[in-house]
C-alpha cells in the first residue's frame, strides 16, 4: 500500500471548517483514500473514503486531485467532538478475503478550539 | 446497541500470567481483526480471521493465539505475558462482499492491557 503523509497537528476554530490534507504520491490506480479518526481513549472509526471521485457523506467531504497524489479531509463545521487524531490511509483491493489491513500511519492530531 | 464489544476494557495483570480477551460483532460481517496500539499510539495489525480461517498472521509471537468459534467472535489468547504485551488491543470488523476494498472496518473500544 502506498505511504501517506499528514502534519503532525492542526487547529481550527469551532464553527469553522476543518480541512485535513495528506500527500499520497505515490499512490497506484486502483488504491482507495480511506479516513479514519481516533478520539481519545475510543476505537478508530471510518469517515469517508473515494478512488478518484470527490465524495461527501454525513460527516465529511473528501477531495482528491485530479492527478490523485494528495486529497484533502474536509469537516464543514467542526464542533469540540471532532478534536481526534486523523488517519488517511490508502488501500489497494486485495484479491483474498480477509486480507484487508489497514496500515495506520502516526495521523493528524486536530484540535478544535472554542 | 453496541456493534462491536469487547471485553474486559481494563486488564491489570502481573507477568508470567496466561489472559484471554473476547470479541463480539453483530454487525453480521464475515471478518475479523486484532490491532494493536503501543504506547508511542501506533496501531498495527495483528491478526485477521475470513469466515473463521485465519488470513493475515502479522509478526506477533506465537504467544499470541486468536481463536475464532464463529463468524461473530473473535478471541485473543495471550500466554506467557510480558511488559512489552502492555497496549491497548483493538478487535475490528467488516464485511468483504467480492473481496472489495470498499468494505470499511468498524472497531471496539479496545482493551488495557497492562502487565505489572
Known amino acids: 500500500d502506498a505511504k501517506t503523509t499528514q502534519p503532525p497537528s492542526m487547529d481550527c476554530a469551532e464553527g469553522r471548517a476543518a480541512n485535513l490534507p495528506c500527500n499520497h504520491s505515490?499512490?497506484?490506480?486502483?488504491?482507495?483514500v480511506y479516513w479514519y479518526r481516533q478520539i481519545h481513549s475510543q476505537g478508530p472509526q471510518y469517515i469517508i473514503h473515494?478512488?478518484?471521485n470527490n465524495e461527501t457523506n454525513e460527516m465529511a467531504s473528501l477531495i482528491i486531485t485530479e492527478d490523485r497524489k494528495s486529497s484533502t479531509l474536509i469537516l464543514p463545521h467542526a464542533t469540540l467532538r471532532d478534536t481526534a487524531v486523523y488517519y488517511c490511509?490508502?488501500?489497494?483491493?486485495?484479491?483474498?478475503?480477509?486480507?484487508?489491513?489497514?496500515?495506520f500511519g502516526t495521523g493528524t492530531r486536530l484540535t478544535i478550539i472554542p | 446497541d453496541t456493534a462491536v464489544s469487547q471485553t474486559p476494557k481494563y486488564l491489570v495483570t502481573q507477568m508470567g500470567n496466561d489472559k484471554s480477551i473476547k470479541c463480539e460483532q453483530n454487525?453480521?460481517?464475515?471478518?475479523m481483526y486484532w490491532y494493536k496500539q503501543d504506547s508511542k499510539k501506533f496501531l498495527k495489525i495483528m491478526f485477521s480471521?475470513?469466515?473463521?480461517?485465519?488470513?493475515i498472521n502479522e509478526t506477533v509471537p506465537n504467544r499470541f493465539s486468536p481463536k475464532s468459534p464463529d463468524k461473530a467472535h473473535l478471541n485473543l489468547h495471550i500466554n506467557s505475558l510480558e511488559l512489552g504485551d502492555s497496549a491497548v488491543y483493538f478487535c475490528?470488523?467488516?464485511?468483504?462482499?467480492?473481496?472489495?476494498?470498499?468494505?470499511?472496518?468498524?472497531f471496539g473500544p479496545g482493551t488495557r492491557l497492562l502487565v505489572l
Open positions: 505515490t499512490i497506484s490506480g486502483n488504491e482507495y
Open positions: 490511509i490508502v488501500r489497494r483491493p486485495e484479491a483474498n478475503f480477509g486480507n484487508e489491513k489497514l496500515t
Open positions: 480471521y475470513n469466515n473463521k480461517e485465519l488470513i
Open positions: 473515494g478512488l478518484k
Open positions: 475490528a470488523s467488516s464485511l468483504l462482499t467480492g473481496g472489495h476494498a470498499r468494505e470499511t472496518q468498524y
Open positions: 454487525l453480521g460481517h464475515d471478518t
